[in-house]
Antibody, heavy 118, light 110 residues
């Protein structure tokens, strides 16, 4: 069974940095494509970033391009999101999601809360 | 990367059918068959209900079905049940390794 566990969230000041992790288990991580999606309190889902199975194909939402960096360590079965120059509007629950390379069935983690505030 | 347009709310009585629309553009829904639908209960992670416009994952009730025509995708819930009360979001591939979600629809079972 696919399991994804996010960690690394917390309170950070505007302009600060944070690195989120997503630990994967129950599947062959190195063959799956991975996403980050966020949801501000009381708001809708917003796609943030995607990385393919070997890290050679990456995409970002315009709102985070140049500030956030997605990466993965297939040896550790872990996905990362490095978030720099954080703003109040980045406050959200951040979810990681996975999909097999041969299908578009996404499986989601439970999320980690990031709060950007002074 | 503008959000796909969904109605803010849809309601129906138990046993009825409802349809939620998801309107995009030729750059996303209109070009790619990579539309998915998610159900989200309060405080919970989203759950995949439909992927690739009309495919239903294993374990998802047959009462949920998806379709697409032009720039608009739709999710139909038949035989509405109290447990279907939740928020629903569509999502589409938008090219250049990017995706876009819909604005979300709150479904109320009367």
């Amino acid at each position: 069974e696919v399991q994804l566990v996010e960690s690394g969230g917390g309170l950070v000041q505007p302009g600060g940095s944070l690195r989120l992790s997503c630990a994967a288990s129950g599947f062959t991580f190195s063959t799956y494509w991975m996403h980050w999606v966020r949801q501000a309190p009381g708001k809708g889902l917003v796609w943030v970033s995607r990385i393919n199975s070997d890290g050679s194909n990456i995409g970002y939402a315009d709102s985070v391009k140049g500030r956030f960096t997605i990466s993965r360590d297939n040896a550790k079965d872990t996905l990362y999101l490095q978030m720099n120059s954080l703003r109040a509007e980045d406050t959200a629950v951040y979810y990681c999601a996975s999909r097999p390379s041969t299908s578009h069935e996404w499986t989601w983690g439970q999320g980690t809360l990031v709060t950007v505030s002074s | 990367q503008s959000a796909l347009t969904q109605p803010a709310s849809v309601s129906g009585s138990p046993g009825q059918s409802i349809t939620i629309s998801c309107t995009g553009t030729r750059s996303d829904v209109g070009t790619y068959n990579l539309v998915s639908w998610y159900q989200q209960h309060p405080g919970k992670a989203p759950k995949l209900m439909i992927y690739e416009a009309s495919k239903r994952p294993s374990g998802v009730s047959y009462r949920f079905s998806g379709s697409k025509s032009g720039n608009t995708a739709s999710l139909t819930i038949s035989g509405l049940q109290a447990e279907d009360e939740a928020d629903y979001y569509c999502c589409s591939y938008a090219g250049s390794s990017t995706f876009v979600f819909g604005t979300g629809t709150e479904v109320t079972v009367l």
